[in-house]
């Protein structure tokens, strides 16, 4: 049977939807796992009970996290937030670590991962970093925009099978402080994290960019999504 993996979405609050782009759960399925979309719930018994029936868990893009969850008053370009959906999430990416489930980050998910797991953020690149590169691109989401250096020896330069790529790029937000047990495994030419994994658990990384906009052109991003449906399978 195909690994069953949960996929974290977006919550529209004032319409009461929840919302993925299908290149999310078409990324899995092309890598031999069972996408399975998570709405949106605060509940910890059914959010408990979900995850005892899933093999992976991918969290999503989507807006910032409060800053509250990780001990921060808000900067002024914060942008919006949906409290809700990072309880949610957080309390996945907890549980999920702690049950060594896999779990997968992308883009908001590789933040979410680090404040869950005791990190910070940087609530905004452009008046937080030295010289900052064009973090939310005008171009194509297949589009590399922007290159990143993954650290020779990790566990995503093996999945990946290079040590530098081109990455598209959509944030202002990006790991500051790194929780414990956690690693950069990746940065951009400025400096910002754009990838970690932890050296406690099975399967546990997050990439800042886009995988699930860039793998029907570029292969190299699929073997991301074929890495967290082969741990799930284990």
Not at 72 to 82: C, D, F, H, R
Request: glycine share 8%; net charge negative.
């Amino acid at each position: 049977m195909r690994p069953l993996i949960g996929l974290s979405c977006s919550h529209d609050s004032d319409k009461e939807t929840s919302t993925l782009n299908l290149t999310y759960s078409r990324g899995v399925e092309k890598a031999g796992g069972l996408p399975v979309v998570l709405p949106l719930t605060t509940d910890k018994e059914t959010l408990s009970e979900t995850l005892l029936r899933l093999d992976g868990l991918l969290l999503t893009g989507g807006p910032d996290l409060d800053p509250s969850f990780f001990g921060e008053e808000p900067w002024p370009k914060l942008g919006g937030i949906s409290p809700d959906r990072d309880a949610m999430e957080i309390y996945l990416a907890k549980q999920a670590l702690s049950r060594d489930l896999p779990l997968f980050g992308i883009c908001r998910g590789i933040q979410t991962l680090n404040v869950a797991a005791g990190g910070s953020l940087i609530q905004d690149i452009s008046t937080a970093v030295k010289e900052p590169l064009k973090h939310r691109q005008d171009a194509p989401r297949w589009h590399g925009s922007h290159s990143v250096t993954v650290v020779t020896g990790s566990r995503l330069a093996a999945i990946l099978g290079t040590d530098s790529l081109r990455v598209n790029t959509f944030h202002h937000q990006s790991v500051k402080e790194l929780a414990e047990g956690l690693v950069a495994v990746a940065h951009a030419p400025d400096g910002v994290i754009e990838a970690i994994e932890s050296t406690r658990h099975r399967f546990a990384i997050g990439v800042q960019w886009h995988p699930e906009g860039m793998w029907e052109r570029h292969s190299v991003q699929l073997r991301l999504f074929s890495a967290l449906v082969r741990a799930a399978s284990q």
